[in-house]
């Protein structure tokens, strides 16, 4: 079991920048692969990023590709998204998940993922 807390989230103008964090309890963290999903209003969640647990191997969706870093920490427990150059179309609610720590990939399915947080919100203006 993992359980997690997202922060970072926040209002910033286009062509800003953000990192979001993702706090991690419970044991094992270095097993786990990690990812970043978001939904907007009105439209259904979608895949972001994600990081195998060694965080050697990184996968991004096309629309964030080049412009967001995903990193983890596993000494302190931690996993982040940096958000360069936001678009307003990144707006949305972001979401950290947790796969299960039997797996070693990156993946880019919800249905990978049984570990969420609550999410933050993030909101670039134009």
């Known amino acids: 079991q993992v359980q997690l807390v997202e922060a970072g989230g926040g209002l910033v103008q286009a062509g800003g920048s953000l990192r979001l964090s993702c706090a991690a309890s419970?044991?094992?963290?270095?097993?786990?692969?990690m990812g970043w999903f978001r939904q907007a209003p009105g439209k259904e969640r979608e895949f972001v990023a994600a990081?195998?647990?060694?965080?050697?191997?990184?996968a991004y969706a096309d629309s964030v590709k080049g412009r967001f870093i995903i990193a983890r920490d596993n000494a302190k427990n931690m996993v982040y998204l940096q958000m360069n150059s936001l678009k307003p179309e990144d707006t949305a609610v972001y979401f950290c998940?947790?796969?299960?720590?039997?797996?070693?990939?990156?993946?880019?399915?919800?249905?990978?993922?049984?570990?969420w947080g609550q999410g933050t919100q993030v909101t670039v203006s134009s």
């Open positions: 998940a947790a796969g299960s720590r039997y797996y070693s990939g990156t993946y880019t399915s919800m249905n990978e993922y049984p570990y």
């Open positions: 419970g044991s094992a963290f270095s097993f786990y692969p």
């Open positions: 990081l195998n647990p060694g965080g050697t191997s990184t």
